[in-house]
């Protein structure tokens, strides 16, 4: 399984940005998704959470800005982000819990990152 991440980039602040997460190779389900952020000082911060029922949980700091999304027949994971700040720059990760199609084992993908710069 590999998962690609797409859609970062530069925007002014109150613009938005679309990320995608894409997940391929031998999938039966994607459960539980995940968007993390890392800024210049290197700290992870969780962003988002999308359950395998549809619930939704956010961070403090997007909440009301932000949205997690899935397409299930894409096998991909959305994190719509809307009224940019600066503070939101960073490195945007996705983190899928997976069951492989396989052997039906649940294991944890990471995506690459995409960069996110929120600037005038």
């Known amino acids: 399984v590999q998962l690609v991440e797409s859609g970062g980039g530069l925007v002014e602040p109150g613009g938005s940005l679309r990320l995608s997460c894409t997940a391929s190779?031998?999938?039966?389900?994607?459960?539980?998704a995940l968007w993390y952020r890392q800024g210049p000082d290197n700290q992870r911060e969780w962003v988002a959470t999308l359950l395998s029922g549809g619930a939704t949980n956010y961070a403090d700091s997007v909440k009301g800005r932000f949205a997690i999304s899935r397409d299930n027949a894409q096998n991909t994971v959305y994190l719509q982000m809307n009224s940019l700040k600066p503070e939101d720059s960073g490195v945007y990760s996705c983190?899928?819990?997976?069951?492989?199609?396989?052997?039906?084992?649940?294991?944890?993908?990471w995506g690459q990152g995409t960069q996110v710069t929120v600037s005038s």
């Open positions: 190779g031998s999938i039966f389900s994607i459960n539980s």
């Open positions: 983190n899928l819990e997976i069951r492989g199609s396989v052997d039906y084992r649940e294991r944890s993908y």
